[in-house]
């Protein structure tokens, strides 16, 4: 077993995963399809210094990234209305709309489902993220029709980092949480991917190298990391017949 202090490091879990049929892959969105926090950030610091709000690198990473919108703006906005917030947010994703004509996925993001496609494996998208920007990042991305499922935490009574939207992503493509690999890149995501019992991918992309410490099952910079591709050839992958 490699060390697990090593970046591209698998950790098993009292052998919980290392038998498991692989039946199903779970992926977030933002940062996770493509590395897009960047443009997140600007296009909601553009929002912000218009109603006289600054915000971090700090602010960004401990209160935006990976959150609901229904979080972001109740902590930097207590004052409005539920309302006003809910059209604030839609301003700023409508920016974000206009600042991502074009997208470039993560790298091995298209080989990772082309692989778990050819082997019967469910795809399901599980975001915090709008529906509108859902729908635009998968038709830049020119991934419309590569989820079996799509589960949207505005959809649902809590969202991430309650681990509810995994559990409902299990559910509707009928797979126990120990067959299922989940990939995140923010510390609501992982938060709520573990908590659901799901073996948890972080992704961190080419802005850093470490991982964010929260006990992810495995950290990679991307999709064509050599250690995730050595955990899922060595599950025991379930076709679908």
Not at 130 to 141: I, S
Not at 197 to 223: C, H, M, N, Q
Request: charge should be negative; hydrophobic fraction near 45%.
């Amino acid at each position: 077993m490699p060390d697990d202090a090593s970046f591209d490091t698998l950790r098993f879990l009292a052998g919980r995963f290392e038998f498991a049929r692989l039946e199903a892959l779970l992926f977030d969105m933002d940062g996770t399809l493509s590395d897009t926090d960047a443009i997140h950030r600007q296009a909601m610091a553009d929002t912000f210094a218009a109603r006289g709000v600054g915000m971090s690198d700090e602010d960004f990473h401990r209160h935006v990234s990976g959150q609901s919108n229904d979080a972001i703006f109740a902590h930097f906005f207590p004052v409005l209305s539920e309302d006003q917030r809910r059209r604030l947010a839609d301003e700023k994703e409508a920016l974000y709309r206009r600042l991502t004509p074009r997208m470039t996925p993560t790298p091995g993001l298209a080989r990772l489902i082309g692989w778990a496609k050819a082997r019967g494996v469910a795809c399901a998208l599980v975001t915090n993220g709008p529906r509108l920007n859902v729908e635009h990042t998968l038709k830049v991305l020119g991934l419309a029709d590569s989820f079996d499922a799509l589960v949207l935490g505005e959809d649902l009574p809590r969202a991430k980092p309650d681990p509810l939207p995994y559990l409902e992503a299990l559910r509707r493509l009928g797979v126990a949480a120990e067959r299922a690999v989940a990939f995140e890149d923010s510390e609501p995501g992982v938060t709520a991917a573990l908590a659901a019992g799901v073996f948890t991918v972080e992704i961190t992309g080419p802005s850093r190298r470490d991982g964010l410490g929260l006990g992810a099952d495995l950290t990679v910079p991307d999709f064509d990391a050599p250690a995730l591709w050595s955990h899922l050839t060595a599950t025991n992958v379930h076709a679908i017949t």
